[in-house]
C-alpha cells in the first residue's frame, strides 16, 4: 500500500505552559508519502522543501528514527517502508517543524499497518523522534499535531495527556522572523532553577488559561497569557519582540507571546480579520528592520 498524510504545525507552551500546552493549527505543516517494500527496513527516499538540512540517514532523521521505533514496538521488523518526506513549513521556526513531520511518518505507518495503535498511543513514539530532534523529548508539540486542538500534557512520567476544548471562532496570527533560532540552543539558555514566588505566578497563569478554555471566556485566557519563567530570556533571539506585542495588543488581541522556543511569534484574536490586521502590522515592522518574514493565520 501506499499512503500520503499531512500534520499540521503547532504552537507549544502557550506562553506560559512551558513543555505541558500546546495546540494545532491547520497550516502549515508537511507531507509525508510512505509505501510498503518487500525488503525489511526503513528508508528515507527522498525528502523535497529542506534545502537540504535535512539527514537521509534513516537513524539520525526523525521520520525514519521513529517509524523504526514503532515497527520495533508492534514486533513488526519484517516490514519495509520507503519514505518521502515533503518539508511544507519552515525548519527551526518554533512551529513543530520536526513534530509535523514525525507525526505525520507515524500516522503513516499505524494506517499501513491496520491501526495498530490509537492516535493517544502513538504520542511516545513521536517524543523518540522530537529527542532526536533537539536532545529532550517533549510533548508539547507532538501531542496536539496527533490530536488536534488544544492538549494538555498533564504529566511526563507517567505520560498523561488530556485534550481540552477549543472556543469557538478563536484565530491564531502567527509570525516567522526569519532567523535561526534552533530549540536545542533556546532550551539551553532558560534557568533550570526558578523562584517560589514565579512559580505561583506561572501555575495560576497555566490554571488560569485552562479554565479560560473551558469557559470560553477569551477575557481570562488573554489574562492568564504571561510567562515570567521563559519569555523574558528568550525573548531576546527574536527581533522586534516588545513592539510585536505593542502591536498585537494595539490590533485587538487575546494574547501574545513566543511561539515554542521561537523565533515564531503568535497571538489568539477573537476573529479572523484581527488575526490578519495582526500579522499585516507585525509584517511591516519586522521588513522595517531589514528581516524577512512569514505569516499564517489559522482558526485554532
Ligand atoms: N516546549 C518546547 C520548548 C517546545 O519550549 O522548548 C519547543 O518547540
Same mark, same amino acid.
Given at each position: ?98 513534530? =509535523?513531520?514525525? /507525526?505525520? $511518518? #507515524? *500516522? ?13 498511543? @502513538? !504520542? ?82 497555566? =490554571?488560569?488559561? /485552562?479554565? $479560560? #478554555? *473551558? ?13 515570567? @519563567? !521563559? ?70
Amino acid at each position: 500500500g501506499v499512503i500520503r498524510v499531512f500534520a499540521p504545525a503547532t504552537v507549544a507552551n502557550v506562553v506560559c505552559g512551558f513543555d505541558v500546552l500546546g495546540f494545532a493549527v491547520n497550516e502549515p505543516g508537511d507531507e509525508v508519502e510512505m509505501r510498503l517494500t518487500d525488503t525489511p527496513g526503513v528508508v528515507i527516499k527522498r525528502i523535497t522543501g529542506d534545502n537540504g538540512k535535512l539527514p537521509l540517514d534513516a537513524a539520525k532523521n526523525t521520520v525514519s528514527a521513529s517509524v523504526q521505533h514503532y515497527l520495533h514496538h508492534v514486533n513488526r521488523l519484517d516490514v519495509g517502508v520507503e519514505i518521502e518526506l515533503h518539508k511544507k513549513m519552515p525548519i527551526g521556526s518554533g512551529l513543530g517543524s520536526s513534530s =509535523a513531520s514525525t /507525526v505525520a $511518518g #507515524l *500516522f503513516a505507518i499505524n494506517k499501513l499497518m491496520g491501526d495498530l495503535l490509537t492516535p493517544k498511543e @502513538l !504520542v511516545p513514539f513521536a517524543m523518540k523522534g522530537e529527542e532526536l530532534a533537539c536532545g529532550y523529548g517533549h510533548a508539547d508539540n507532538v501531542a496536539p499535531a496527533i490530536l488536534g486542538g488544544f492538549v494538555l500534557v498533564r504529566s511526563y512520567e507517567p505520560l498523561d495527556v488530556i485534550s481540552l476544548p477549543t472556543p469557538a471562532g478563536m484565530y491564531a496570527a502567527i509570525v516567522y522572523p526569519e532567523v535561526d533560532v534552533p530549540t536545542k540552543d533556546a532550551r539551553q539558555m532558560i534557568r533550570s532553577k526558578v523562584f517560589l514566588k514565579d512559580a505561583v505566578t506561572q501555575w495560576g497563569n497555566v =490554571a488560569g488559561l /485552562v479554565s $479560560g #478554555l *473551558f469557559m470560553n471566556d477569551f477575557d481570562l485566557i488573554g489574562r492568564s497569557m504571561k510567562d515570567v @519563567l !521563559v519569555e523574558p530570556t528568550r525573548s531576546i533571539l527574536i527581533p522586534g519582540f516588545e513592539d510585536m506585542r505593542t502591536i498585537a495588543m494595539e490590533n485587538g488581541a487575546i494574547g501574545f507571546g513566543i511561539s515554542g522556543s521561537g523565533p515564531s511569534v503568535f497571538a489568539l484574536a477573537k476573529d479572523e480579520e484581527t488575526a490578519k490586521r495582526i500579522t499585516k502590522a507585525q509584517q511591516q515592522l519586522l521588513h522595517k528592520l531589514n528581516i524577512n518574514s512569514k505569516a499564517y493565520v489559522s482558526s485554532v
